[in-house]
Nanobody
Framework: VQLQASGGGLVQAGGSLRLSCACATSGRAFRSYTVGWFRQAPGKERIFVAGMKSNNGNGIYAESVKGRFTISRDNAKNTVTLQMNSLRPEDTAVYYC???????????????????WGQGTLVTVSS
């Protein structure tokens, strides 16, 4: 599985950005993968942002982004999207898309649940 994230950039506080992740799978259909996003701010640990199981359309979010970010997936196009609104300076980070076919619900927010990671895309929010 190969993941390619894009869409990062510089935006002012209060603005919006849309991150996309193109997923190339082999053998197993993309729709069977749980997908998500993590982020790592400068000098900080990488943390969970949002995730979506393969069997439903409900997104799971970190408390810090609830109501501002929306994760979605297009199984026909093998893509995952993170719509980020009302951005804050503290959202500045490198954002990584992730995927795995064996994620259980209780591990959705755990980095170790995901075998496949994209290269990351930098989001910078200026105040």
């Amino acid at each position: 599985v190969q993941l390619q994230a894009s869409g990062g950039g510089l935006v002012q506080a209060g603005g919006s950005l849309r991150l996309s992740c193109a997923c190339a799978t082999s053998g197993r259909a993309f729709r069977s993968y749980t997908v998500g996003w993590f982020r790592q701010a400068p000098g900080k640990e990488r943390i969970f942002v949002a995730g979506m199981k393969s069997n439903n359309g409900n997104g799971i979010y970190a408390e810090s982004v609830k109501g501002r970010f929306t994760i979605s997936r297009d199984n026909a196009k093998n893509t995952v999207t993170l719509q980020m609104n009302s951005l804050r300076p503290e959202d500045t980070a490198v954002y990584y898309c992730v995927a795995d076919s064996s994620v259980i619900s209780s591990n959705l927010a755990s980095q170790t649940a995901y075998a496949y990671w994209g290269q990351g895309t930098l989001v910078t929010v200026s105040s």
